[in-house]
């Protein structure tokens, strides 16, 4: 059986993922007491609020209720797979966040995140307009700096 999809739909999910990292980004960046962590995710926090702000913009230019495609039960379970909602539904919480800190895993954990976007991204780049795949290219670009930057800090503090 095939899902349907609408754009606007999957534009409102990558908002609302965005929003949940720059939520984990900020909560790293008050509860850390590293400075260059503190500054590491503060940067995050400002990227993922500006994500937001783009992917508002593309989602808002869109038609309400027009489908954009469809994709098999496979795949409607591969995007499930990549997209763990459970994990989401946690990382905003300062317990979930200090824990992280606590553990050394923050930077595996938004390492995961990160890639988790780009996923998600490229998912559905074919069914939105040209413009906005351009917008949403380079959002993915940015990503994968976000991943440079904490793989490069997790290598230096040896998480």
Do not use: C, W
């Not at 409102?12 to 993922?17: G, I, M, P, S």
């Not at 808002?60 to 209720?65: I, K, M, T, V, W």
């Not at 930077?107 to 890639?115: D, R």
């Not at 490229?122 to 949403?136: H, M, Q």
């Amino acid at each position: 059986m095939a899902v349907i999809f609408s754009a606007r739909e999957v534009v409102e999910a990558a908002v609302e993922k965005e929003k949940k990292r720059k939520g984990f980004y900020a909560a790293v960046a008050e509860l850390s007491t590293d400075q260059e962590m503190k500054d590491l995710f503060q940067f995050l926090t400002e990227e993922e609020a500006r994500h937001v702000a783009a992917f508002a913009q593309i989602r808002d230019s869109l038609p309400e209720g027009s489908d954009s495609g469809e994709y098999s039960a496979d795949m409607d379970a591969y995007m499930d797979s990549v997209i763990d909602e459970r994990l989401y539904s946690r990382i905003d919480s300062k317990e979930f966040v200090q824990q992280a800190i606590e553990a050394r895993n923050v930077f595996s954990l938004a390492i995961g995140f990160e890639k988790d976007a780009i996923l998600y991204f490229r998912e559905f780049i074919p069914y939105l307009s040209e413009s906005d795949r351009a917008v949403v290219q380079e959002l993915i670009e940015q990503e994968k700096g976000h991943i440079r930057k904490l793989a490069e800090m997790q290598r230096r503090v040896g998480e």
